[in-house]
């Protein structure tokens, strides 16, 4: 009875983990819940092994809600698990309003695993307010409800606004006095963008050159007739397929590029059609026609098309998953450097469009305000607004300001170091004098420093020069090979590993974080429960997969977390079996049976068992 009562368990069991993959899945395809019943009958039509019969295939949406949560305690149970493994811990916050006007606080924290470096999707929390002190207490509660101590938050990365970076009474200042050590850091991927934003509002320009996109964009967004009539003409002209037109956005960091893309390769065929219909009196297609026939916008175009996939560059590394203190430096020089170059001679578009200008003439199609002055303004717009990306680049990226970071790098990064072995502890020693005045500073008596000084210094030399023995470490693999074979023999530096691994230089995964919750709570679904998102997306958020996840867990914890209807309690197998049975010989055989059913089987098959006598 045994055996076979353990054979019905695991087909049963393995019947649940088939269904909690189906909602694994639309988890992380953020499909609605009440699809589930669909999908299930999809893979009995598909005839799947575990869906033939209907036999133990739920379709109450409470026990998809049962499912999600079971779900969910495995990857809380697997963050928790991380934590504990984690010295120090990063933290990457932001706030925002979701569509129902609720304000919400996004937290995620890196973690370092023996040199591997992961961030993690805390939660989505509701936040009474805004205000700092609001804020705080909320992170503050949140992270003791993971066990997490303040003591070992040693970083914290935000968008940079005054809510969190100011230094007076922001969750920043807040933070730093519960850890005197911790590291307040602006996102760099928000710098990149402001530093274009900067840029962009101090040439005029540009800003009525996005504007004129924007309008031609509109202007056949609405018509597709238009929009035809375009397509087809730029079959004719380029024997290819119309690039689509794009909007540029604000608050999209790379749209601009795309848009000027777009309108570089349809050119032509947008002047030929609005001529056409000014031809026709539109008099909005007038307009725009003599904004774009202009020599100063189709002059634009081509410098921005020399200029924006810099910017673009610069964004998408740094908007990287894996991004790490030990790239902003470079990037942002490489970024100041091409710029440098385009402003004092054109890019290689530009050079096209001029060798392509000719008798007041850009592919057969007349240019107008095509005069020696206009030429003229043009080039002093382009050198104007070249000088002011280099010059907001530099401001954003202070070197003062991101000077903790970078001796991070040069200690730790061994591509940094000099090639003469004399040169090292000279190299070493400032970037040391930073590093250990900032973690060994104290105002209160009752804190103790967080960096041996002695030990630091000592030993700089030694680690180095093992590091650099090593042959060209990139700076996240050295630190992994100081915490994973050195930890013992210079524990001071591969603890300036550990907290070099965990610093947040990048809030982009608060970014994301919240385009997922908007794909979850939509205008159709907006009465989800906030703590269903949450759960929804801690489910999207972790890394397993199908293949990695471990289902069996989640089965147990779905079991576990309540009875089944379906299985009968000690007392009611009594009353099923008659009172009478107390008097038969073997009643206390009979009772041990009923009490391994009702500890072991727990999905239905006791009830079974115990009607069948």
């Given at each position: 009875?045994?055996?076979?009562?353990?054979?019905?368990?695991?087909?049963?069991?393995?019947?649940?983990?088939?269904?909690?993959?189906?909602?694994?899945?639309?988890?992380?395809?953020?499909?609605?819940?009440?699809?589930?019943?669909?999908?299930?009958?999809?893979?009995?039509?598909?005839?799947?092994?575990?869906?033939?019969?209907?036999?133990?295939?739920?379709?109450?949406?409470?026990?998809?809600?049962?499912?999600?949560?079971?779900?969910?305690?495995?990857?809380?149970?697997?963050i928790q698990e991380k934590i504990k493994r984690s010295d120090f811990v990063g933290l990457i916050i932001d706030e925002t309003v979701n569509i129902t006007v609720n304000k919400k606080l996004i937290v995620y924290l890196k973690l370092e695993m023996e040199g591997k470096v992961e961030t993690c999707f805390l939660g989505n929390y509701d936040v009474d307010c805004?205000?700092?002190?609001?804020?705080?207490?909320?992170?503050?509660?949140?992270?003791?409800?993971?066990?997490?101590?303040?003591?070992?938050?040693?970083?914290?990365?935000?968008?940079?606004?005054?809510?969190?970076?100011?230094?007076?009474?922001?969750?920043?200042?807040?933070?730093?006095?519960?850890?005197?050590?911790?590291?307040?850091?602006?996102?760099?991927?928000?710098?990149?963008?402001?530093a274009d934003l900067d840029a962009e509002k101090s040439v005029n320009n540009i800003t009525s050159y996005k504007n004129t996109i924007s309008s031609v964009y509109s202007f056949y967004k609405h018509s597709a007739t238009r929009t035809n009539r375009l397509r087809q003409l730029t079959a004719e002209l380029h024997d290819e397929d119309m690039v689509s037109l794009?909007?540029?956005?604000?608050?999209?960091?790379?749209?601009?590029?795309?848009?000027?893309?777009?309108?570089?390769?349809?050119?032509?065929?947008?002047?030929?059609?609005?001529?056409?219909?000014?031809?026709?009196?539109?008099?909005?297609?007038?307009?725009?026609?003599?904004?774009?026939?202009?020599?100063?916008?189709?002059?634009?175009?081509?410098?921005?098309?020399?200029?924006?996939?810099?910017?673009?560059?610069?964004?998408?590394?740094?908007?990287?998953?894996?991004?790490?203190?030990?790239?902003?430096?470079?990037?942002?020089?490489?970024?100041?450097?091409?710029?440098?170059?385009?402003?004092?001679?054109?890019?290689?578009?530009?050079?096209?469009?001029?060798?392509?200008?000719?008798?007041?003439?850009?592919?057969?199609?007349?240019?107008?305000?095509?005069?020696?002055?206009?030429?003229?303004?043009?080039?002093?717009?382009?050198?104007?607004?070249?000088?002011?990306?280099?010059?907001?680049?530099?401001?954003?990226?202070?070197?003062?300001?991101?000077?903790?970071?970078?001796?991070?790098?040069?200690?730790?990064?061994?591509?940094?170091?000099?090639?003469?072995?004399?040169?090292?502890?000279?190299?070493?020693?400032?970037?040391?004098?930073?590093?250990?005045?900032?973690?060994?500073?104290?105002?209160?008596?009752?804190?103790?420093?967080?960096?041996?000084?002695?030990?630091?210094?000592?030993?700089?030399?030694?680690?180095?020069?093992?590091?650099?023995?090593?042959?060209?470490?990139?700076?996240?693999?050295?630190?992994?090979?100081?915490?994973?074979?050195?930890?013992?023999?210079?524990?001071?530096?591969?603890?300036?590993?550990?907290?070099?691994?965990?610093?947040?230089?990048?809030?982009?995964?608060?970014?994301?974080?919240?385009?997922?919750?908007?794909?979850?709570?939509?205008?159709?679904?907006?009465?989800?429960?906030?703590?269903?998102?949450?759960?929804?997306?801690?489910?999207?958020?972790?890394?397993?997969?199908?293949?990695?996840?471990?289902?069996?867990?989640?089965?147990?914890?779905?079991?576990?977390?309540?009875?089944?209807?379906?299985?009968?309690?000690?007392?009611?197998?009594?009353?099923?079996?008659?009172?009478?049975?107390?008097?038969?010989?073997?009643?206390?055989?009979?009772?041990?049976?009923?009490?391994?059913?009702?500890?072991?089987?727990?999905?239905?098959?006791?009830?079974?068992?115990?009607?069948?006598?």
């Open positions: 009875m045994k055996s076979h009562c353990e054979k019905a368990t695991e087909s049963s069991k393995k019947k649940l983990s088939s269904q909690l993959k189906i909602v694994f899945h639309m988890a992380k395809h953020v499909i609605p819940s009440n699809q589930f019943v669909a999908q299930t009958e999809l893979l009995r039509a598909l005839e799947a092994p575990d869906f033939v019969t209907t036999d133990g295939i739920y379709h109450h949406s409470d026990s998809v809600d049962d499912m999600e949560k079971a779900l969910e305690d495995v990857v809380m149970n697997q805004g205000t700092a002190r609001c804020i705080y207490d909320r992170l503050v509660a949140v992270l003791r409800e993971m066990d997490v101590e303040l003591s070992r938050v040693i970083g914290l990365g935000s968008d940079g606004a005054s809510v969190m970076m100011g230094r007076h009474g922001r969750v920043g200042a807040l933070l730093k006095q519960a850890n005197p050590f911790s590291i307040q850091v602006h996102c760099v991927a928000h710098r990149a963008a402001l794009k909007q540029p956005f604000a608050v999209r960091w790379l749209s601009l590029h795309r848009a000027v893309k777009a309108m570089k390769h349809n050119w032509p065929a947008v002047v030929m059609e609005l001529t056409e219909e000014a031809l026709r009196g539109n008099a909005k297609a007038q307009g725009l026609l003599g904004q774009i026939q202009s020599y100063s916008f189709i002059a634009l175009t081509h410098a921005l098309a020399d200029m924006l996939p810099v910017i673009t560059k610069l964004n998408l590394v740094f908007q990287k998953d894996d991004v790490n203190l030990s790239s902003i430096r470079p990037v942002v020089q490489a970024s100041v450097a091409a710029f440098t170059q385009f402003r004092d001679a054109p890019g290689p578009e530009e050079e096209n469009f001029l060798a392509g200008y000719e008798d007041g003439k850009y592919m057969d199609i007349k240019v107008t305000n095509a005069s020696d002055r206009s030429i003229q303004a043009f080039r002093k717009v382009r050198e104007r607004f070249v000088q002011h990306l280099i010059d907001a680049l530099q401001d954003r990226f202070p070197e003062d300001c991101l000077d903790l970071l970078h001796c991070f790098d040069t200690l730790l990064n061994p591509r940094r170091y000099p090639p003469s072995q004399n040169a090292l502890q000279e190299y070493a020693e400032p970037a040391i004098r930073t590093v250990v005045s900032h973690f060994t500073t104290v105002e209160s008596a009752d804190t103790t420093p967080l960096i041996n000084t002695i030990a630091l210094r000592r030993d700089a030399l030694a680690v180095m020069t093992a590091l650099r023995g090593y042959g060209g470490l990139q700076f996240a693999t050295a630190c992994e090979v100081l915490i994973r074979d050195f930890i013992e023999i210079y524990p001071e530096w591969a603890k300036l590993a550990k907290i070099a691994c965990v610093i947040p230089v990048s809030s982009v995964p608060a970014e994301r974080g919240f385009s997922l919750q908007n794909r979850i709570k939509t205008k159709q679904r907006s009465r989800l429960a906030e703590h269903k998102v949450t759960r929804l997306m801690r489910i999207a958020s972790c890394g397993e997969t199908l293949q990695t996840f471990n289902f069996l867990s989640a089965a147990d914890n779905f079991n576990m977390a309540k009875k089944r209807k379906r299985c009968l309690g000690l007392e009611e197998c009594w009353r099923e079996t008659g009172a009478g049975v107390r008097s038969q010989e073997g009643s206390d055989e009979r009772l041990e049976i009923f009490k391994w059913i009702e500890r072991d089987c727990r999905g239905g098959i006791a009830g079974s068992l115990v009607a069948r006598g």
